[in-house]
């Protein structure tokens, strides 16, 4: 573990230099001998580094000459603007434009770069399948009750065994199993809220959020998001006495793919302890991580218990089984009420099959060979991007998840040409659909967890020329 760790830091230390541009495309490393004396490291640790590098493609191996920085590593666009304060802007509902991108799902020839979901080809349905044959053998009454309001034990305890993020900061009693992450989230809103309460969020805004802040009658501010680091927390200052209750995804956002710097988390922590202030943080997307190690959640610094961790399977085991978590702190006890009354217990199979699945090991095995696959797909993504959409876009640089933030040309609006793109099979979301105000009309999100081959190359090349010939 500690080898596996320390040929990752070096990596790291390599592609942080040519991120900062003290390598530039072209430069020549030094060889596998001298970054092990370089790095006071065994020869092996020094060949798994560079193999690390070549694996995300910032390096490449030429005979005989050594290793040297790619074009792949470097980044020509820059990132995209930081959103602004539009409190008193009238709000326009998006669920007009939602629903018709969803609705267009149903065409099977269209590449799916709008639907926030991975391909199946990335996903274990095969061995998940296998823990349901067992877990149907074991569970000898199976369908004749129900299962715990908290969740199935097992469950809960590998969930608290794997966060190892937290440190031991949780147990198994800590945690209620819910019907996904937006099953914890609206869980939460409706143990911490009131209709006519306001609510901070990101800008722009994971659009199942504003639906349901729309549902509880819920007062929304989007406070000004970068799209490296975040909610900008002086902005957030600006605005706190209004608030009521924040909901933040502080890992890998979406649709941003922003990560909330570690002392940002702590100062948003304390700040919120300070005015007595719940969080609701989504951490969906914290173990699609492409660094050497998982971010901490915000949880990790709360002692007042005003943080609520939710997390979910869905977006990385299986969509259909509908599993996720909170860590509802000191509302504990109104989300187990709630939960009685609304859903009692989710499916005992389901729970006992990914209880099996953490246990033997191969949930890590599965996410690591995931990050892998994903971080490739960025690359590609990034530079197709790069050489066939129009030249001054702006591309977001996720370090985790799997989506992509674009902002275009001003003069493109994304919401009129969606449906053209799609009488030519090409789809994306639409920047409108993850705000209520009236911007990001010349954005779109595109989904990388995809499963990458001819076509789904062609079809983002003329995706990027379609745009191309609108400009």
Not at 30 to 40: E, F, I, T
Not at 85 to 102: G, M, N, R, W
Request: contains cysteine; proline residues 5%.
């Amino acid at each position: 573990m500690e080898q596996q760790l320390l040929y990752k830091k070096i990596a790291n230390i390599v592609e942080n230099q040519i991120k900062n541009g003290s390598l530039a495309y072209g430069d020549r490393l030094p060889s596998v001998r001298s970054a092990q004396k370089l790095y006071n490291v065994s020869l092996n640790t020094a060949k798994s580094a560079y193999m690390e590098l070549e694996s995300r493609s910032l390096i490449e191996s030429r005979p005989k000459s050594g290793f040297f920085v790619s074009r792949s590593g470097l980044r020509r666009m820059a990132i995209p603007s930081i959103s602004t304060f539009k409190i008193d802007e009238k709000k326009q509902d998006p669920a007009a434009l939602i629903d018709k991108v969803f609705h267009s799902l149903e065409d099977k020839e269209i590449t799916r770069f709008s639907l926030g979901l991975p391909d199946p080809s990335l996903l274990p349905i095969q061995k998940l399948n296998r823990c349901i044959v067992d877990s149907v053998h074991e569970l000898h009454d199976y369908g004749d009750q129900y299962g715990q309001v908290q969740g199935s034990p097992s469950l809960r305890k590998e969930i608290a065994k794997w966060s190892l993020v937290l440190e031991g900061k949780i147990s198994d009693d800590d945690l209620i199993i819910t019907s996904g992450a937006m099953n914890a989230i609206y869980s939460c809103l409706r143990a911490v809220t009131k209709p006519g309460d306001t609510i901070a969020v990101e800008s722009p805004l994971y659009f199942g959020f504003i639906q349901a802040f729309q549902l509880l009658g819920l007062k929304t501010i989007e406070i000004p998001t970068h799209p490296i680091t975040g909610i900008e927390l002086d902005a957030l200052k600006k605005v706190i006495h209004k608030i009521d209750v924040c909901c933040f995804v502080s890992n890998f956002s979406n649709p941003l793919g922003a990560l909330m710097p570690e002392e940002h988390k702590r100062e948003l922590v304390k700040l919120l302890a300070h005015h007595h202030i719940p969080l609701i943080e989504d951490d969906l997307y914290g173990n699609i991580y492409f660094g050497s190690s998982r971010p901490k959640p915000c949880k990790y610094f709360d002692e007042e218990g005003l943080v609520m961790w939710c997390g979910s399977f869905t977006k990385v085991l299986a969509p259909s089984f509908r599993l996720g978590w909170v860590e509802p702190g000191r509302y504990k006890d109104k989300i187990l009420k709630q939960k009685l009354i609304q859903t009692i217990s989710q499916p005992a199979i389901y729970q006992e099959a990914v209880s099996k699945f953490l246990q033997i090991g191969r949930y890590d095995h599965h996410l690591n060979s995931f990050r892998k696959k994903l971080y490739s797909n960025y690359v590609n993504f990034r530079n197709s991007i790069e050489a066939h959409f129009p030249e001054n876009t702006k591309m977001s640089q996720p370090e985790g998840g799997f989506v992509l933030w674009l902002e275009l040309d001003h003069k493109i609006d994304s919401t009129v040409l969606y449906d053209y793109a799609l009488k030519q099979k090409l789809s994306f979301a639409p920047g409108r659909m993850f705000t209520q105000h009236d911007q990001f009309k010349n954005c779109i999100r595109l989904n990388y967890a995809v499963n990458w081959n001819e076509k789904t190359a062609q079809d983002l090349m003329r995706l990027g020329r379609f745009f191309k010939a609108v400009l």
